[in-house]
Structure formats: C-alpha cells, structure tokens
C-alpha cells in the first residue's frame, strides 16, 4: 500500500487522498506532499524526507507539492530521494511512475498549466470531515506569500465535478463538508453563487464548512445565504493577516481592519451564534509595536475567538523579504501575545 504524508494546507490533504486512490495497488512506494508557505515549512519537508528514509530504506520516495514546485533543486539534490514532481505533475503521478532513475526531476512552469485533478475521491482516511477542492492557484499577490508561483494563476473546478465529489462524500457517510480552494472566494464565476447552487442541489447536507476566506471577497450574497441556510456551519475563518491598515497595505491586502469588523458584525446579525477564527502574521516587516496593539485591538474588537498566529517568516523571492525585518525575537513575542487572546487553533 501507498503511503502518502501530507504537509501543509487542506489543499494539499485533499490532493493527497486523490493520490491515495489513484496508486493504492502499489506498494512500497512513499510520496512527500510539501509546503512551500515558509522557509521553515520547507525545511521540515527535508527533515521529513530524511526520516522516512531512515524508516524505509527499501521504499520509493516521491517529492511533490507546493515546495517541489518552487526549489526542485533542493530535493533532487537529497539522495534520499527517487523522483520530484511538481503541481502540474502532481495530477498525472501515474505516467511518471515508469520514468528512468536517471531522470530525478520533472517540474514544469505552473503558470503554464490551466487544469486540475479530474479525479473524483471516495472517502477522507481517518478523519469525520471531508475537504472539497473548489480552486486552484491565486491571481494576488500578497507581498509576504510565495504560493502563487506554487499554485499558479486562479483556475475553478467545474461546479458539477463540486457537486459529484460532495454527494460521493455524503454517501459514504461524511457529515462535514469543507469547501477549500488557494483562493476559495475567488472562484469563478462566483463564490457566494456556488455555495447557492450546492445547497440547492443538495438539501440534505447536514453541515457545509468553508476554508479560510478572504474578507474582501465577501459579498451581501453570501451573508443573506448565512442567514437562510442553517445547514452552513456558523464559524467562519477569514485570512486577516495583520489589524493595523498602514500594514495592511504593505502585506497588499485588499481588506482593511474596519472591513473585518464590519463584516463579523453582518454576521452575527443573521446568525448571532456565529463564532470567528483568522490567521495572524506577527512582526511583518515595519511593523511597530503601535502597528501590533492594533491588532490585538482588532481580535478583541470583532470578537475573534480561534486564531491560527504565525511569526512573519522571510520567504526568499517575495518583496516582503527585501523589506526592513523586524527583529526575530520581537516576532515571536509578539505571536506569544496574541495568541493569549484566544484559543490557538493549528488547522
């Protein structure tokens, strides 16, 4: 049997369970799905990888996902490893299988690449909530993120592959459905618009879930849906990223610190037991401890209760990167701070 280790994103655990479907009559055969969000999350996809080795010496191991994608070069170069794929390879995993050992790496340009994964999954291993991919890659660019260049550009799945992998989940029992995507609230032709259609066609589902959403891309749409719909899960995670609008800007959010309270207000005004979770970068270049009490007051403000804090964390290639650092000692204090505000969530 297949073993898949899943580093990373709800992304990469849906894909992951697509690839143990696809190679589950193939044994001894481990493959690695990175993460590329930060320099530290790639370096414990090597220490991963190293580990592995040492508990299978005998296996095949595979290097795929967001990390393969940006530095193939840095695991090819490990001679624990047999093969890195990237993204756009990631899909078509079968046919490479037979490649010669000699060729140790197949990493196309993902910006080239305009699909998806067709494959339609049967079920999540081990857990009690299914993921649903709704979205690939993302057209922003964040200043502090690399994924993009992982991901490439925005791309939707068809709304009636959505709803054929939703049915497939509930009819093997799955009760929690998550909606999750790069850039989920920028599915095309509208986000708030497939939620409709899905419970529409599917009545019956008894909890529908969302990954995290971009606060800028929530429309009036989408609440009056929070409002009808008993069956969306009242707890909504936004990508806030900082409570301070001057750091806001550099980080080239599209949200301000008002927008975020403005629109848990909305929510809680159809669905006052609404809860809200968000993601925190704390000590982001420039960032004053002022610019950082701004966002405690925003946690504090608009009633967020989970939050998912991460220390800024220089990821080379990005402009966040060239910009003046914050000490790292004062970022991790900072995310110590924070996340007394509220229960720390790591998913």
Same mark, same amino acid.
């Given at each position: 049997?297949?073993?898949?280790?899943?580093?990373?994103?709800?992304?990469? @655990?849906?894909? +992951?369970?697509?690839?143990?479907e696809?190679?589950?009559? &193939?044994?001894? %055969?481990?493959?690695? $799905?990175?993460?590329?969000?930060?320099?530290?999350a790639?370096?414990?996809?090597?220490?991963?990888?190293?580990?592995?080795?040492?508990?299978?010496?005998?296996?095949?191991?595979?290097?795929?996902?967001?990390?393969?994608?940006?530095?193939?070069?840095?695991?090819?170069?490990?001679?624990?490893?047999?093969?890195?794929?990237?993204?756009?390879?990631?899909?078509?995993?079968?046919?490479?299988?037979?490649?010669?050992?000699?060729?140790?790496?197949?990493?196309?340009?993902?910006?080239?690449?305009?699909?998806?994964?067709?494959?339609?999954?049967?079920?999540?291993?081990?857990?009690?909530?299914?993921?649903?991919?709704?979205?690939?890659?993302?057209?922003?660019?964040?200043?502090?993120?690399?994924?993009?260049?992982?991901?490439? @550009?925005?791309? +939707?799945v068809?709304?009636?592959?959505?709803?054929?992998? &939703?049915?497939? %989940?509930?009819?093997? $029992?799955?009760?929690?459905?998550?909606?999750?995507?790069?850039?989920?609230?920028?599915?095309?032709?509208?986000?708030?618009?497939?939620?409709?259609?899905?419970?529409?066609?599917?009545?019956?589902?008894?909890?529908?879930?969302?990954?995290?959403?971009?606060?800028?891309?929530?429309?009036?749409?989408?609440?009056?849906?929070?409002?009808?719909?008993?069956?969306?899960?009242?707890?909504?995670?936004?990508?806030?990223?900082?409570?301070?609008n001057?750091?806001?800007?550099?980080?080239?959010?599209?949200?301000?610190?008002?927008?975020?309270?403005?629109?848990?207000?909305?929510?809680?005004y159809?669905?006052?037991?609404?809860?809200?979770?968000?993601?925190?970068?704390?000590g982001?270049?420039?960032?004053?401890?002022?610019?950082?009490?701004?966002?405690?007051?925003l946690?504090?403000?608009a009633?967020?209760?989970?939050?998912?804090?991460?220390?800024?964390?220089?990821?080379?290639?990005?402009?966040?990167?060239?910009?003046?650092?914050?000490?790292?000692?004062?970022?991790?204090?900072?995310?110590?701070?924070?996340?007394?505000?509220?229960?720390?969530?790591d998913?």
């Amino acid at each position: 049997m297949v073993e898949v280790v899943t580093l990373g994103c709800r992304i990469n @655990s849906y894909e +992951s369970e697509v690839l143990k479907e696809k190679l589950s009559e &193939i044994d001894n %055969l481990i493959i690695i $799905n990175t993460c590329a969000v930060t320099s530290e999350a790639e370096r414990q996809c090597r220490q991963t990888i190293r580990k592995l080795r040492r508990e299978h010496p005998n296996a095949r191991i595979i290097v795929t996902g967001c990390a393969a994608q940006i530095a193939p070069q840095k695991f090819s170069c490990m001679k624990e490893v047999d093969l890195v794929l990237g993204n756009k390879e990631k899909t078509e995993i079968e046919k490479y299988l037979s490649l010669p050992t000699t060729e140790k790496t197949v990493v196309g340009n993902i910006f080239d690449y305009n699909g998806y994964d067709q494959y339609v999954i049967t079920g999540f291993e081990g857990r009690h909530k299914a993921f649903v991919q709704i979205q690939q890659g993302c057209n922003h660019r964040c200043t502090y993120c690399i994924v993009p260049y992982a991901r490439g @550009s925005n791309r +939707s799945v068809p709304e009636t592959k959505i709803i054929t992998q &939703i049915k497939q %989940l509930l009819a093997q $029992n799955f009760k929690e459905i998550c909606l999750t995507g790069v850039d989920a609230c920028s599915y095309q032709p509208s986000f708030s618009k497939l939620v409709k259609h899905i419970l529409e066609q599917i009545p019956f589902l008894p909890s529908l879930q969302f990954g995290s959403l971009d606060p800028a891309a929530i429309d009036d749409e989408f609440i009056e849906l929070v409002h009808k719909y008993k069956n969306i899960h009242p707890h909504f995670h936004f990508s806030t990223q900082s409570g301070d609008n001057m750091i806001l800007k550099r980080m080239k959010r599209r949200h301000t610190r008002e927008d975020v309270i403005n629109l848990c207000q909305k929510i809680r005004y159809v669905r006052p037991e609404a809860t809200f979770g968000s993601d925190f970068i704390c000590g982001f270049p420039t960032e004053t401890d002022e610019q950082f009490q701004n966002t405690v007051k925003l946690v504090r403000e608009a009633g967020i209760s989970k939050l998912h804090v991460f220390p800024y964390s220089e990821r080379p290639g990005t402009p966040a990167a060239l910009m003046p650092q914050v000490p790292v000692e004062i970022r991790k204090e900072r995310a110590r701070i924070l996340r007394k505000e509220g229960e720390v969530v790591d998913d």
